[in-house]
């Protein structure tokens, strides 16, 4: 049967919202989560909605400006969508309201910890503020008074906070824009007794205001943020043009499409009207919230009782039981595959592997794609160093990954001062792998490589849950090879037969493997197919995916973020079922397994089943064809399907609700399982 998907597929944009709510169940989570980290998730949750206000909202909004007839044909409704969304995360604020007033203030309190508001300062607290006003702030603040009978419009900066004044003069309107980018959000105010008394920088200002406006007589200070369009329209180049077009139209982003203004919503109504046209805004752009913007400084909230109860315990990396002995790398991959599993381990064994080849006189080359470049590291610098010591290095890198733009771009631009091959994005086309080819002349050139669900990035790798393969197999490293060929322009489509090469032969690949789990349940044999990723979007997998359920394929998915497809549903997906894990660390590893007659295949990579993984980007997933290592991601997949801590069971009803413990069931919080299970491996 041919299935509607009109009826039977959810929003992305209205469902991201479902995940972005479970990341504020996480600041509630008292049971779990230590008082520092439920800040953190607060920080993560405001965060992400900056982001998606930018980039998702930013879309919808752009899309109101096709012909009505064609977004009738295609059935967008951005409006509606746009409003759907607004009032969701309407409540979604009213509760992280709720969960920073009734339950981390106090908490904080509970510690000896006090955030002091400015109408609540001592004479002492009063003094310090004013010193530090003095000292830090007064020289170099930027004020301004507009007056809406001359002035039409004011330019505010994207994502930076700014007091709105309002003054007995309605004809008058003051802002102030706050300087969180020369000084720290938050200011120490001095222990008293026990009690560690902390401020926001706004509050120093506001607690000033009279001063910065002696001449005008003040009636409210409330603080504001606008989001601008994060998207950079660029039309089609090539290679290092398409960069330099990239690097230079950056100021676009500064300078955006407004997408919504966050604003205090003490405001009286008069005055954010008055705001609303001065900033040329529309209602639907006008996003209420609370005293205080831009939570996500507090991932860098201070901690002065260096309570070690208010935070993670630490645990510290695992040792790789192969690699952590070692000298030789390519000695140790070359008698057998070797996995890595972050942030358990260090991402240093992948340092460690580039140092090595940038220091071996046998290696020749190494060719490298690199999505997020982090800032100096020990990567960075071994790259420079096999440039140095003459070794062929090739660098793929992505110019359009959304936020790194200019950091790429310059790192880019190191590299090729120091010789080596660099080569930017295709106009169309994102490079999204994560992959790494070494080749070194034994007596024959030998090919080494790495391929992973993750960046090569250091630092994001102590916080993202990735999982890395070593391999010195001959036909995988081939056809590495060829892709890498594909990158440098000298291929138009590689032939592969092991390794999944979007934008080529991954959804065919997929596909043909979910079509033989479909005709085993119709032969009435088991079938079975297991899936984790990130986000679940693409409508032909979907509908393949309702079909396999409807023919008796049984699916198990961990989709971490949104989904468009909806699990349960009698006669459509009733053998689909699906949990999230949101928890300590970010899930972001790709498995996908598949019973196949028994035949079990497994795959791990850079690609989600989204339409841009499978059609629009370069992605890269290995087999894992090592029995030993198999077992071991196997087996790390059923820890987080028996998740019964951490993960929510994703329905219809987007409910969010925790999977709930069977009476005499072992708790398992699946992050801490694998963590213990590795350990005991390792």
């Not at 909202?57 to 096709?66: E, N, Y």
């Not at 001592?122 to 170099?140: D, E, G, R, S």
Request: overall charge neutral.
């Amino acid at each position: 049967m041919e299935i509607d998907l009109a009826d039977n597929l959810k929003h992305r944009d209205l469902n991201w919202l479902s995940f972005n709510a479970r990341v504020l169940q996480e600041a509630q989570d008292k049971e779990h989560n230590p008082l520092y980290e439920r800040i953190k998730f607060l920080a993560i949750y405001s965060s992400n909605l900056d982001e998606y206000f930018r980039v998702r909202v930013s879309q919808l909004r752009q899309m109101k400006r096709v012909e009505k007839s064609i977004r009738k044909k295609l059935a967008l409704r951005p409006n509606k969508t746009v409003k759907e969304i607004l009032a969701i995360v309407k409540e979604q604020q009213e509760e992280f309201g709720r969960i920073y007033n009734e339950e981390i203030i106090p908490e904080l309190a509970e510690n000896n910890i006090v955030l002091v508001p400015s109408e609540k300062y001592t004479n002492i607290q009063a003094q310090l503020a004013n010193i530090w006003f003095i000292a830090h702030i007064k020289n170099n603040l930027e004020t301004i008074v507009v007056d809406l009978s001359k002035d039409k419009e004011i330019f505010l900066e994207n994502q930076v906070l700014y007091f709105c004044v309002t003054f007995t003069d309605a004809k008058k309107l003051g802002f102030v824009k706050i300087p969180t980018d020369t000084n720290e959000r938050f200011v120490d105010l001095g222990k008293v007794k026990e009690t560690y008394n902390i401020t926001f920088l706004d509050d120093i200002i506001r607690y000033e205001i009279d001063n910065i406006f002696n001449s005008e007589t003040i009636e409210g200070v409330y603080e504001i943020k606008l989001s601008r369009d994060a998207e950079l329209y660029i039309d089609d180049e090539l290679d290092g043009i398409l960069a330099e077009r990239i690097y230079k139209s950056l100021e676009q982003r500064l300078e955006g499409q407004p997408t919504r203004l966050l604003y205090d919503a003490s405001m009286p109504k008069p005055a954010a009207k008055r705001l609303r046209k001065l900033l040329n805004l529309g209602k639907i752009d006008m996003m209420p919230g609370g005293r205080y913007h831009n939570f996500n400084d507090f991932f860098k909230f201070p901690d002065p009782t260096k309570n070690e109860a208010l935070h993670y315990d630490k645990k510290p990396f695992i040792k790789h039981r192969e690699l952590e002995k070692s000298t030789n790398f390519f000695e140790t991959i070359q008698q057998k595959d070797q996995l890595v599993h972050f942030p358990f381990m260090s991402f240093n064994y992948v340092e460690q592997l580039v140092e090595q080849a940038a220091n071996d006189a046998a290696v020749t080359q190494i060719k490298i794609s690199l999505y997020r470049v982090a800032d100096e590291s020990i990567l960075t610098t071994s790259l420079l160093k096999a440039i140095e010591n003459g070794k062929q290095v090739t660098i793929f890198i992505e110019a359009k990954a959304r936020f790194d733009e200019e950091n790429n771009i310059t790192w880019g631009r190191k590299f090729e001062e120091k010789g080596a091959r660099v080569i930017y994005s295709y106009p169309r086309i994102k490079v999204h792998s994560k992959i790494l080819m070494i080749v070194r002349e034994e007596g024959k050139s030998r090919r080494y490589a790495y391929i992973g669900t993750g960046n090569f990035n250091g630092e994001t790798s102590k916080i993202y849950c990735d999982h890395g393969l070593f391999t010195a197999h001959k036909k995988i490293t081939k056809e590495l090879e060829r892709v890498f060929r594909v990158l440098e322009g000298e291929l138009i489509i590689p032939r592969n037969k092991h390794l999944l090469i979007s934008p080529f032969t991954t959804r065919r690949s997929f596909e043909n493997l979910i079509h033989n789990e479909i005709e085993a349940a119709q032969a009435g044999k088991k079938a079975q197919i297991i899936a984790k990723m990130n986000s679940l979007e693409d409508p032909d997998m979907i509908q393949l995916l309702y079909k396999a359920s409807q023919t008796g394929v049984k699916i198990r998915m961990i989709v971490r973020g949104f989904t468009s497809l909806i699990p349960g549903v009698k006669g459509l997906s009733d053998n689909i079922y699906m949990t999230s894990i949101i928890d300590r660390y970010l899930e972001h590893g790709r498995i996908y397994l598949f019973h196949n007659s028994g035949d079990e295949q497994m795959y791990i990579g850079s690609a989600d089943w989204m339409t841009r993984n499978l059609d629009r980007r370069i992605e890269v997933l290995t087999p894992i064809y090592d029995q030993d290592l198999f077992s071991e991601l196997k087996e790390i997949l059923e820890l987080q399907l028996a998740d019964n801590t951490k993960a929510r069971i994703q329905d219809e009803a987007e409910s969010n609700n925790y999977i709930e413990k069977e009476p005499g069931e072992k708790a398992i919080r699946s992050q801490y399982a694998i963590y213990e299970y590795l350990k005991s491996k390792n």
